[in-house]
């Protein structure tokens, strides 16, 4: 098990950019593929972006394809999202997570406790 706190959600404006990092405690952070869901109100929790555990593979949902880009630091223990041109409907609460290299939830085991990005004039 890894413990994962997330951290850079806040009030964006449309069209700007926002990063968020996911801080991994535990010596076998680079063991874990890690993964960014995320659930809007009223809404079930989808996927957004995985990564391997080297980096060097990525998948992404359509709905943030060429706008998201997923990143990793395993020296620093800290996986990133990068979120470009928001939108409105990108407002959600953003969860990271530690698993299987996938886009299913059910594959990520470790979970942190999300933070909220609310993307609105």
């Known amino acids: 098990q890894v413990h994962l706190v997330e951290s850079g959600g806040e009030l964006v404006e449309p069209g700007n950019s926002r990063r968020l990092s996911c801080a991994g405690y535990?010596?076998?952070?680079?063991?874990?593929?890690m993964g960014w869901f995320r659930q809007a109100p009223g809404k079930e929790r989808e996927f957004v972006a995985s990564?391997?555990?080297?980096?060097?593979?990525?998948h992404y949902a359509d709905s943030v394809k060429g706008r998201f880009t997923i990143s990793r630091d395993n020296a620093q223990n800290t996986v990133y999202l990068q979120m470009n041109s928001l939108k409105p409907e990108d407002t959600a609460v953003y969860y990271c997570?530690?698993?299987?290299?996938?886009?299913?939830?059910?594959?990520?085991?470790?979970w942190g406790q999300g933070t909220q990005v609310t993307v609105s004039l």
């Open positions: 535990g010596r076998t952070f680079d063991w874990y593929a």
């Open positions: 990564i391997d555990q080297s980096g060097r593979s990525t």
């Open positions: 997570a530690a698993g299987a290299y996938s886009t299913e939830e059910a594959q990520f085991g470790s």
